[in-house]
C-alpha cells in the first residue's frame, strides 16, 4: 500500500487521500509535528549511545545495537536542515523498517518526542501545498489537520532511501 | 538393486542400475550421507525454482539454478557409481540446456515431467537412507520410462513443435532409438525399453510410463518409500537423519546473536548497582551458576558455526582420485592450510565451487600422462589445495600444473557466442573471467563430470553470495590458479579492543604484529607532517586513527599513546590508538545496506556492554593513508 502511494502520479487527489488514510505516528521535530505510519514502525527506544561511523554525512549519527542486530541511526533533525538539539530524556529513536533495492532495511531515526498515534481519515488528509521552485518535497505525503493543528505525513521510505546512508568519498 | 521383488505386489521390470553399486556404496557411508543430505537440499530448490518457471517460462535464472541442482546430482552420482540418479539428471540436464540455450521453450509438459524426475530422485534419497539405516540394498523401481519421456520431450521441443503439439509428437515417438540431440549424450545412457503400444496423446503417454516402469514413475517417491520396506517393519529413516541436520544458517545466525544478547543481559544483572553490596551466598551462587552455564551456552552456539576447513578438503581428495582414475591421469593432491577454521555459512557455501573448481582442474587443467611427458613435465600432475588467512581475508587457492588456460580459444569462443565485440581489446585477467559466463566451456567433448561449462558460472555465484572474488592465475603450460578471497563477514574472529578518545574500535588479532608505547625519541616527522616511528632499526610510518576518523583523542602525542604495529601489502605502519582496553571474541556483523564501503571499516560487533564497536580493516586504513 505504502509503495503504491509513493510512487502514485500527481493528480489523483481523490485516490491517493484514500490510501493515505490510516494509523500513524505523530512526533516532533522543533515546533513542527510530523507523522509516519504505523506499519512502518518497528519500535521505539530512548536514546542510547550511538558508536559513530566515520566518513558518513552529518546526519548520520552511528550505529546501535538492535537486540543483536547493527542498525544505522539517522538525526532527522539533521536530515530535514534543522539545527543540532542536545538530546534529552524525552529524545527517542523510531527504529521503522524500509524498503531498499536489496529488501528490508531497519533504521533508527532520532526525533525530539513521539506523541501519540492518530486514525487518519481520509477527509482529515490535503496534499501538500506547492511551495514553489526550489523545496524538493518527495518525501512529503501530505498533510493533515488534526484539532487546528497541522501534522506533516512523511513517506519514510522516500526519506531515508539508502544511498542517502551511503559513506562520503573517502579522503 | 532387485534384491527383494517378492515383497512388492506389483514388481516392475528390474531396476537398470548396476548391481555392484550397492557394494561401492556401503564403503562408504559417510559420503552416502552427505550426498543425500545434499541432493536432497538440491531437490527442495529445484523444486522451488520449477514452480517460479511455471508461473515464467523465460525466468533464464531459474532455469540456470535447476539446471545447476542436477549438474551437481549428475556429478555426485556419477562418482558415487549410482547410475540410476546419474542418468535421470543428465537427461534432465540437457533438456534444461537446450532451454538454457534459448533453443527450447520450456511449456508446463517439461516442466511436469522434471518434477517427475524430481520426485523420482527423492524416492532414491529416502531408499539409500533406508539402506543405511538397515544395511538393506535399495529398491528404486525403473526409471527408463521416465529417461524415455524427457528424453523424447527434449528432442520433440527442439523439432520446432509448438508447446500444444510438443506432447503428442514426443509420444508418437516415445519407443524409436537416438532422438536425444546429442549422440554423445546418449552413448552414456543406457537404452530404454520400448513401450508395448504405440500410444496418442499426454494421457496415453501418461498411461505408458506407467506400465513401462511401474506406477512409481508416473506417481513416484512417496509410495516408494513405504512400500520398499519388509511389511509390518516401519522404515527406519528418522534415525539416520539424526545424526546430522541440515539448520538453516538464519536460524544459526539468530541463535549467536540472541545467545550474545543473553551474555549481555546476564552481566547486566551480576554487575546491577542494586546487588553490589553484600550478595547472600545463595543469590551469589546461582548467579556464579548461571554465568558459567551461559559461558558454556555461548561457546557451543559459536563452535557450532566454526568448522575447519580441512573436512571440505578431504572431500575432495576423494573427488581427485576418482576423477583422475576416470579420465586416466595420474594426480597427486596437495593440501595444507586444513586446519584454518571458517565459519560454518563459508564452508558449506564452498563446497560446490571448491568441487567444480577441483573438478575443472582434474578434468581440464591436466594433460594426459604422455603430453605431460611430451611437455618435459612429470607424468604425476600436482593439485594443491590451500587455505589461510591473508591480509584480513580468508583466501583459498586452487591450483593444478596443466596446461594453463587458453587465450585464444577462450576468445574464439566468447565471439562465436557473441559474448564481446570482435576487436574489444582485452587483459589476460578480463579473458580468463570470461570463462564464468554461464554456459560457457571451452572443452570439446561433454563429459559426465564437466565440460558444459556450468561449473566455473557455478563458483562465481557462490562466491559472489559470499561477498568474496576470485582471480584466476594463469601460464599457458604452466598450470592455472584460482584464487579465491572471501571477506571476513559471518567469521568470528578475535579482536583487541582499543579506545580512541570516547570511541572503541576492534583491531583484528591476527594483523596485529606487536603493540608498543614509543619512547619520544623514536617518532619523527617528515616534510612537518608525516610521521615515522623508529622500530627495532625500521622507520614505519605511523597513521593516527583518530584523524583518519575524526574523532577527540585523547593524547595527541604518540608517546603518550599506544602503537599497533600490522602489515599491509608486504609494508609495515603503525596505528596509533589512545589505549588497549582489551581483548574479545566477536562475531562480525554488517553495518547494513548503505554503511558498506566505509574504507578502514570492516564490520561492527556487539561488545561486552552492548554498545557497537567498529571492526577496523587495518588494510583499508593503509591504503586510505596511500591515496589509494
Known sequence: METMVATAPAGFALPKADQRAGKYLTFHLGNEEFAIQVLRVREIMGIQEITAVPQTPGYVKGVINLRGKVIPVVDLRLKFGLAELEYTPRTC????????????LMIGVIVDAVSEVLTLQPGDIEDTPDFGSGVATPYLLGMAKIKGKVKILLDINMVLSSQDLQALPSF | MSSEPESKTQAPPPAPSKASSSNALASDPELLNDFILESREHLTSIELQLLVLDQDPAHAEAIHSIFRGFHTIKGMAGFLDLDAVRELAHEVETVLDLARNSRITITSAIIDRILESKDYLNGWMSELEAMLATGKAPFVPGHAGLLEAIRQLGAAALAGSSPEAAPGAAASRVGKPSLAPDA???????????PESPPSGLAELARELASASGPEAAEPAAPAVPESAEPGKPVETHSTSARAIKVDTGKLDYLVDMVGEMVIAQSLVRHDPDLAGGLKPRLARNLSQLSRITDEVQRTAMSMRMIPIGQLFQKTARLVRDLSRKASKQVELELSGEETELDRNIVEELADPLMHMVRNAVDHGIESPEQREKAGKPR??????????????IMIQVSDDGRGLDREKILAKARERKLLADDAPLSDTEVFNLIFHPGFSTAEKITDVSGRGVGMDVVRKHVQKLRGRIDILSKRGEGTTFVLKLPLTLAIIDGLVVGVGSQRYIVPIYAVREMLKPAEEAISTVHGREEMAM??????PVVRLHRRFQVQPRHENPWESLLIVSESGGKQFCLMVDELIGKQEVVIKSLGEGLRNIAGVAGGAILGDGRVGLILDLEGLFGVHRGE
Open chain 2, 380 to 393: 604425476t600432475a600436482r593439485v594443491t589445495l590451500r587455505a589461510g588467512h591473508q591480509a584480513g581475508q
Open chain 2, 184 to 194: 554423445e549424450q546418449r552413448a552414456t545412457t543406457k537404452p530404454a525399453p520400448p
Open chain 2, 535 to 540: 622500530i627495532r632499526g625500521a622507520l614505519v
Open chain 1, 93 to 104: 529513536i523510531i527504529v521503522v523498517q524500509i524498503e531498499s533495492d536489496s529488501g528490508k
